[in-house]
């Protein structure tokens, strides 16, 4: 799967890049048939001072976009509760699709 990783007014870490890569290979195993990844990470400035961290997921297999955005404190529980939602929605549409 190829993920695209974009960073808005900062730069990730390999620590991070490789954190993201991880998480999202619990999506790779559910579907095998993923036409676009994107990851976009955000800082959340409040009054100057910066509050939470925005991780939003984007998969986008045939004849469906899926997206999951959360927040907090460490990009990292960010990308890891994004994730945990698409796997969810995206085991709800398999099942769908069986039915």
């Known amino acids: 799967m190829n993920v695209k990783i974009h960073s808005i007014h900062f ?3 390999e ?12 999506v790779d195993a559910i579907i095998t048939h993923i036409i676009d990844a994107q990851v ?8 100057g001072t910066i509050k939470d961290k925005i991780a939003e ?7 469906k976009t ?4 959360e927040r907090s ?10 994730s945990d939602s698409i796997v969810r929605q995206l085991k709800k549409h398999k099942d769908k699709l069986r039915n």
């Open 11 to 13: 730069n990730t870490d």
């Open 40 to 47: 976009i990470l955000k800082l959340d400035h409040n009054n």
């Open 15 to 26: 620590k991070l890049e490789s954190f993201i890569h991880k998480k999202l290979q619990k």
């Open 73 to 82: 404190r460490l990009f990292e529980e960010s990308v890891e509760l994004a």
């Open 57 to 63: 997921i984007r998969i986008q297999i045939p004849g």
């Open 66 to 69: 899926v997206f999951a955005e």
